[in-house]
């Protein structure tokens, strides 16, 4: 593809306003609703039933794929085959970048595994990334404008095994699959 069609692409792809699919894993979390109680509830953003707590706790692995253009079987045939991955939670960071809230949030650490599956995705399925580095994290809540930096802070360390993959279409279909036992690495290729 010359310079010329490829812009023509970006451009064809941009007057679409298309909205991209994700994937992600989640955790089986008896008590999120007790973690996540550390954000006030006055201090919560909300716009009728969106934003305020998050409802689901869960690692994005990667946002911006192209669900349009991906073989949907064989990516769903390599989530699949990913196993559970295990972290120790002990900070609360904060997003302020947006101008309307602020996003509070666990801070993941970006262990080997969490890693891996990231650089896989990214790299074998079409995708736009709107942000240099990967940043993990499990959203706790999203907060009014400016009042996310007073829940930063260290926390009691706490294990969280994401057990679950979790890839939503930009159609806000879900498709869940559990995951294998924790091994430690994936069996997908790197």
């Not at 006030?40 to 998050?54: A, R, V």
């Not at 064989?74 to 991955?85: A, G, I, K, M, N």
Request: a negative charge; one cysteine or more; hydrophobic letters at 30%.
């Amino acid at each position: 593809m010359n310079f010329t069609s490829f812009q023509n692409w970006l451009n064809e792809r941009a007057a679409q306003k298309l909205e991209y699919a994700c994937l992600m894993l989640g955790a089986n979390m008896p008590d999120w609703k007790e973690k996540i109680s550390i954000v006030k509830e006055e201090d919560l953003y909300k716009e009728g039933d969106d934003y305020g707590y998050e409802k689901e706790p869960h690692v994005t692995v990667v946002y911006g794929l192209h669900d349009d253009e991906i073989k949907e079987e064989q990516l769903l045939d390599e989530v699949e085959r990913l196993y559970p991955v295990e972290v120790t939670i002990d900070e609360i960071g904060v997003f302020d970048e947006n101008e309307d809230y602020d996003v509070v949030k666990f801070n993941v650490p970006l262990v080997e595994d969490l890693e891996d599956y990231r650089k896989h995705f990214v790299r074998y399925y079409p995708n736009t990334q709107t942000y240099d580095e990967y940043h993990p994290h499990m959203t706790i809540a999203y907060v009014k404008k400016g009042e996310g930096s007073k829940y930063a802070q260290k926390v009691e360390p706490f294990d969280v095994i994401f057990n679950k993959a979790i890839y939503s279409t930009p159609h806000e279909e879900k498709k869940i699959f559990d995951l294998g036992e924790l091994k430690g690495n994936s069996k997908i290729p790197k």
